[in-house]
C-alpha cells in the first residue's frame, strides 16, 4: 500500500512539473480550457434536453467551472508571489475568455445550429414568469415580458457583443473579489 502511495506522489509531482513546463497554467491555456470546457458544458445540456440550455441553474452552474480555473491559478501560485493585481489580472482573463466562449456558442446556435431553440428561449422565460408570479409584483412581471421578435432581434452579432460587453464590469468584480480574497503578500 505504501508503495502505491509513493507512486502515486511521484506521479503527482511529475505530472505537476510537466504541466508548469508546457506553461499549461497560463491564463490564457486556462481560459481557453475553461471557455471549451464551457462549451461542451451546455452542449451536453442541449443534447439532454433542449430547455435546459437556458435553465438557470445550468447557467449558474457553469460558474464552477470559472471557479475551478480560479482555483488552477491559485494552486499554481502557491509557492510564488501572487500580489493582487496579478491576480486580478488572471481572474479577468479567465473570464473574459470563458465569457467570450459561451456567447460565441449562444449565437452559433441560436443562428446557426438550432434556430428553433429561440421558441424554447421563449417559453423558459414565459414559465419562469408564470411560477414566478405570486414571488414578484405586476409592475416586475411587466417590465420582464418579451415578445418573440424582440428576443429573435437580440441574436445578431452586434447585440450578443454588447451583451458580453455588459457582463465585463460583473466579471471584473467578480475577479477583483477572488483577487482580493486569494492574494499572498
Known amino acids: 500500500m505504501e508503495l502505491l502511495e509513493e507512486r502515486k506522489t511521484v506521479f503527482q509531482k511529475v505530472a505537476f512539473k510537466q504541466m508548469v513546463k508546457i506553461n499549461f497554467f497560463k491564463p490564457a491555456n486556462l481560459g481557453l480550457l475553461s471557455g471549451l470546457v464551457t462549451c461542451i458544458y451546455f452542449l451536453i445540456f442541449y443534447v439532454i434536453d433542449k430547455q435546459l440550455f437556458f435553465n438557470p441553474l445550468v447557467f449558474w452552474g457553469s460558474f464552477l467551472i470559472l471557479f475551478a480555473s480560479f482555483g488552477a491559478v491559485i494552486f499554481h501560485h502557491q509557492t510564488l508571489p501572487f500580489s493582487f493585481i496579478i491576480a486580478l489580472r488572471n481572474f479577468f482573463y479567465l473570464f473574459f475568455l470563458n465569457s467570450a466562449?459561451?456567447?460565441?456558442?449562444?449565437?452559433?446556435?441560436?443562428?446557426?445550429?438550432?434556430?428553433?431553440?429561440?421558441?424554447?428561449?421563449?417559453?423558459?422565460?414565459?414559465?419562469?414568469?408564470?411560477?414566478?408570479?405570486?414571488?414578484?409584483?405586476?409592475?416586475?412581471?411587466?417590465?420582464?415580458?418579451?415578445?418573440?421578435?424582440?428576443?429573435?432581434?437580440?441574436?445578431?452579432?452586434?447585440?450578443?457583443?454588447?451583451?458580453?460587453?455588459?457582463?465585463?464590469?460583473?466579471?471584473?468584480?467578480?475577479?477583483?473579489?477572488?483577487?482580493?480574497?486569494?492574494?499572498?503578500?
Not at 429561440?118 to 412581471?141: M, P
Open 101 to 185: 466562449f459561451y456567447n460565441v456558442l449562444y449565437f452559433v446556435m441560436t443562428n446557426y445550429i438550432d434556430v428553433q431553440l429561440i421558441d424554447i428561449q421563449y417559453n423558459v422565460i414565459k414559465n419562469g414568469l408564470e411560477s414566478s408570479a405570486l414571488l414578484s409584483g405586476t409592475e416586475q412581471q411587466n417590465a420582464w415580458k418579451i415578445s418573440k421578435d424582440e428576443l429573435s432581434n437580440n441574436l445578431k452579432p452586434g447585440t450578443i457583443f454588447f451583451s458580453f460587453i455588459q457582463g465585463l464590469p460583473a466579471g471584473f468584480i467578480l475577479s477583483m473579489l477572488s483577487a482580493y480574497l486569494f492574494k499572498k503578500e
